[in-house]
């Protein structure tokens, strides 16, 4: 292996980016790429493949045998709101493979009786998400319905290219919602980004049905990554 | 599910590896390229190897980890890569075999 190579692919897991090593298993040559660089042709297909699954795997191409390493962030998923559809989605999308944390400045409801085993930070989104940056791999599902605490939250992810947003509410007032994003700044191609009303249209309707429509809709989305822009593309 | 969004910096295979070359050590990388049937590490796990022998990381349950360990200090020596792989376990390979079943390749290769 190339020590250029285990640099530079150490250093895009620190940052919690996306890399494949391609290895040429013939002569053992290697090279990083990272996610979104133009790979042409079978080998630029299945590096495609590669970071939409995460696993990793050989490749006959060009006449070649090339061993694909997929290093994928773990993703996980941000709550804006310690609310009872929270209280269901935390367990369950711990279970799916997704850690979760909860942010709600409000302290009767952040509460670590109400969620058990949580990371749960009883403060302001913005406090919060300007230590611990969103990033790509990380979902945002904004269940407060109050502007005070979503609005910079939704803002945020849409900037930090989230690879979910999700939104609760109402048509109506999601209407209400992208008037006061726009004049936070978020473009309209953002807007478009955000599931609202949120979750998958399961027809549920207690929290925890509410719940698993929203774990469902981000996995769909992570599942899907770079699929629009490729279909968008066509 | 012990999954941190953070690399477990302490443990991570090519972390170390890194750190090893940082100190000036000659480092070997293996890693699982193929598996089939019930393997215990998944495709693309590694185990990193220095000249005298210290490892991190795995690439089997610990079946392996002795061979592939003595074969990364050969090609440190030789810097020539290798691929290796390993069965199910039988009275003559019983050392080096795969008592789950299952079978794999590893690839090892020098750093740098």
């Known amino acids: ?234 | 599910m012990e999954n941190s969004i953070y690399l477990d910096e302490a443990r991570d295979p090519l972390i170390i590896a890194e750190g090893w070359m940082k100190d000036g050590k000659d480092v070997a990388i293996a890693t699982v390229v193929e598996t089939w049937g019930s393997a215990p590490r998944p495709v693309g796990s590694h185990l990193v190897i220095d000249a005298e022998g210290n490892f991190h990381g795995s690439v089997s349950g610990g079946c392996v980890e002795g061979a592939v360990v003595t074969e990364a200090i050969d090609v440190i020596d030789s810097g020539k890569a290798k691929m290796l792989e390993f069965g199910v376990a039988d009275e003559t390979a019983w050392q080096v075999g795969l008592s789950c079943g299952g079978r794999i390749k590893v690839y090892v290769e020098r750093l740098g």
Not at chain 1, 104 to 125: I, M
Not at chain 1, 128 to 157: C, E, G, M, N, W
Not at chain 1, 207 to 215: N, R, Y
């Open chain 1, 1 to 234: 292996m190339d020590p250029y190579a285990l640099k530079t692919l150490n250093a895009e897991r620190r940052a919690r980016r996306a890399a494949i090593l391609v290895t040429d298993l013939g002569d053992g040559r290697d090279r990083i790429v990272r996610e979104g660089d133009q790979v042409a042709g079978e080998l630029g297909a299945a590096i495609a493949k590669a970071f939409r699954s995460g696993n990793s795997g050989s490749v006959e191409a060009e006449g070649r045998t090339f061993f694909l390493n997929a290093h994928l962030p773990q993703p996980c998923l941000v709550v804006i709101g310690a609310v009872h559809i929270s209280q269901a989605l935390a367990p369950m999308a711990k279970i799916a493979g997704y850690p979760v944390e909860i942010i709600d400045p409000r302290t009767a409801f952040a509460t670590s009786d109400r969620f058990p085993n949580v990371a749960l930070h009883a403060e302001w989104p913005e406090d919060v998400l300007s230590r611990q940056p969103l990033d790509s791999y990380t979902a945002l599902a904004a269940v407060t319905h109050d502007p005070k605490i979503d609005d910079f939250a939704l803002k945020a992810a849409l900037d930090a290219n989230c690879f979910y947003v999700g939104a609760l509410g109402s048509r109506k007032t999601h209407a209400k919602r992208v008037e006061r994003l726009l004049a936070l700044g978020a473009t309209a191609d953002q807007i478009a980004r955000i599931h609202a009303p949120i979750g998958l249209d399961i027809g549920a309707a207690s929290p925890a049905e509410i719940a698993v429509a929203v774990l469902a809709q981000a996995i769909q989305a992570f599942r899907s990554r770079g699929l629009e822009a490729k279909d968008a593309a066509a």
